[in-house]
């Protein structure tokens, strides 16, 4: 009966003063809603649990060699490893390679290059998941000529095949080979975010298509380096990640005994949820402590709002109390106001939220896995009442208890003489006033370091020009292109006709585009010897490259068709001055991982692979070696 009593009084109050309430409300709904937008992607990537079955018990696994972690901390995992590992790691119940590519669709109207997971049968079982059509992949289908099959997501099945049921069974062509529909996977299936765990910054993350894994019999040779896939795994119930790691370790052990090589390999597992967040943790984190910062700062706002409100309103305190109202009911009247202001700012901070969501999700960085995952959720909207119910007491308590501990008969004599406030009330707004001021300038400060880091970002030299250039992804597939001698005319075509568009100044290939990541890591050295001196990126271009995306030669030439046949390249300014400081390296010879030795005949500029990461090493070969 008495809070029905002070929520009354408390709307007739606030209806009585809309310059102030609606001021709060709307400064308290943009705040909270910021809050819960932001909260609501921190808590779809980083938060919420994955998909799948026990997702606790799920690992991703990559490999560590000491010698190179200072560059690379972690690398995918060998092939042959793998197979090791699946033999002789009790601590993990079942695992799975993961590797990303592109296959193309034809035969079914107008052909499409799909994103493609080519992984082991046994994937959808580590994940705790079964198609919601057909069948899951077989154990045998991972061998070559059982391996002609493939499960597809709704997404693709509605999109492209008009969710036509008929389809399990029949056969569809990928990369000019024809494979068997055995599955279709349920709407609600998500994709392990492919960026996570691929090094090719390149690749898109929206898989549609799975097919089997086949390991090439000179993969399985390859005892040690050769470092080219993810791959994921399920803890054994009981089991921890440590004795997984000692048990994948002792079988890296033996691969260097039976090369005859001691490169101390490690184990790394990861649990997944981790490996997905991956880099957008910090970034996210600091977001939601920026965001909060903010809602203090509305908080401390409001509180001193409503303190000069309660200075205002203090004869009217004076005279409730000596009426006989007691220092609670005083103390509940503020804080009724205060959890109004709050409802009516959570009512409008769920629209704020929403309309959050939708431009954060719209114009969020495409490398924020999960994004599909964001959503208003009960999660969400439990976070956003605590907040409202904290806030409220946050902001109304303070001026609730000041206005209670007030002397009636002093602030009545005090009002009678038109007296300001008192010092102690100016003292306790100078401390507010002086938070709110610290927070903002706090705020400003590292809002200004951030805009100074991303202009620096957008400035740096990105060690090409390519303001006009038109990149164009290509996929040649099936056995039309599968000779050397097919590939090269297609790709001689392709230049001729380019060459001859009206406005087209130069035309080329290449494996990977700067600022795709890196895609290609091979050891070279000087010295001949099994062990690399340095890590360079390789990448595979054609003639014109340099000319096309405006990277300087600094000294030799470029690359040309007469090189066709020869172990010739070109290298960086970063790679030369590490191969041979302080030396003219056109002419001089190194040798890439597996001792095929190469003629240096230019040196290009540094080119960077990622944006926000130095330039590296790179080598780059002739597009027919590809």
């Not at 799948?52 to 490893?81: C, G, M, T």
């Not at 019999?217 to 040690?224: F, K």
């Not at 707004?429 to 590292?446: D, F, K, M, P």
């Not at 360079?536 to 470029?558: D, H, Q, T, Y």
Request: proline fraction near 5%; include cysteine; hydrophobic fraction near 45%.
């Amino acid at each position: 009966m008495k809070l029905s009593s002070d929520l009354r009084h408390a709307v007739r109050s606030l209806l009585r003063d809309p310059g102030f309430a609606v001021p709060a409300i709307l400064m308290l709904g943009l705040g909270l809603g910021a809050t819960s937008a932001v909260f609501s992607l921190v808590n779809g990537v980083l938060l919420k649990p994955l998909p799948y079955a026990q997702p606790d018990r799920l690992v991703s696994i990559r490999e560590v060699i000491p010698s190179v972690a200072q560059l690379y901390p972690s690398l995918p995992v060998n092939a042959r490893h793998f197979v090791e590992w699946r033999k002789s790691c009790p601590a993990l119940e079942s695992m799975s390679v993961f590797d990303a590519r592109t296959l193309n669709l034809t035969g079914w109207g107008e052909p499409e290059r799909l994103e493609a997971a080519i992984v082991s049968p046994n994937l959808f079982r580590v994940l705790g998941v079964r198609p919601a059509l057909g069948r899951d992949f077989r154990d045998d289908e991972e061998r070559e000529g059982k391996d002609t099959v493939a499960i597809l997501t709704d997404h693709l099945w509605r999109r492209r095949f008009h969710a036509d049921p008929s389809l399990v069974g029949r056969t569809i062509s990928l990369n000019g080979r024809a494979r068997t529909v055995v599955g279709i996977l349920a709407p609600d299936f998500r994709v392990p975010d492919r960026n996570a765990f691929a090094d090719n910054q390149a690749a898109a993350p929206h898989v549609e298509v799975f097919v089997p894994k086949v390991f090439a019999t000179h993969e399985l040779q390859q005892l040690l380096g050769t470092h080219n896939y993810a791959v994921i795994a399920r803890l054994r119930s009981g089991a921890s990640r440590e004795q997984a790691v000692a048990q994948l370790e002792a079988v890296q052990a033996r691969m260097e005994a039976l090369a005859g090589e001691k490169i101390n390999l490690r184990a790394l597992a990861t649990p997944l949820l981790e490996t997905v967040a991956g880099k957008s943790r910090r970034g996210l984190l600091v977001l939601m402590g920026a965001i909060a910062a903010l809602l203090l700062i509305v908080c401390v706002n409001l509180a001193n709002l409503l303190l000069a409100r309660s200075e205002r309103r203090s004869r009217e305190f004076a005279v409730r109390a000596a009426l006989g109202a007691t220092r609670g009911a005083l103390i509940r009247h503020g804080l009724a106001e205060s959890l109004l202001l709050a409802f009516g700012g959570g009512l409008l901070a769920a629209g704020v939220a929403s309309v959050g969501i939708d431009l954060l999700k719209a114009y969020a960085p495409a490398g924020i896995p999960r994004l599909d995952e964001v959503a208003l959720d009960g999660r969400v909207m439990g976070f956003a009442a605590m907040l409202a119910g904290v806030t409220a007491l946050l902001f109304g308590f303070l001026p609730a208890w000041r206005a209670s501990r007030s002397d009636p008969q002093d602030t009545l004599r005090s009002a009678t003489r038109g007296a300001t406030a008192s010092s102690a009330a100016m003292r306790l707004r100078s401390v507010l006033v002086a938070s709110e001021v610290g927070l903002s300038a706090t705020l400003l400060i590292l809002g200004g370091m951030l805009v100074n880091s991303f202009v620096r970002l957008i400035r740096a030299d990105k060690g090409f020009r390519a303001p006009t250039v038109l990149a164009v992804d290509i996929g040649l597939s099936g056995d039309k292109y599968q000779p050397d001698a097919a590939r090269d005319g297609f790709y001689r075509r392709l230049f001729t006709a380019l060459s001859t568009e009206p406005g087209v100044q130069a035309a080329a290939i290449s494996s990977a585009l700067p600022l795709q990541g890196e895609t290609w890591i091979d050891g070279v050295s000087t010295n001949g010897g099994s062990s690399p001196e340095f890590q360079v990126n390789v990448r595979f271009v054609s003639p014109g490259f340099f000319r096309a995306m405006g990277i300087p030669l600094r000294a030799g030439r470029p690359l040309s068709e007469g090189d066709r046949g020869h172990q010739r390249a070109v290298i960086s300014s970063r790679l030369a001055a590490s191969l041979w400081p302080g030396r003219d390296p056109v002419g001089r010879r190194f040798t890439r991982g597996n001792n095929e030795w190469f003629e240096v005949i230019g040196v290009a500029g540094d080119v960077r692979a990622e944006a926000d990461q130095a330039p590296v090493a790179m080598m780059y070969r002739g597009y027919w070696d590809w």
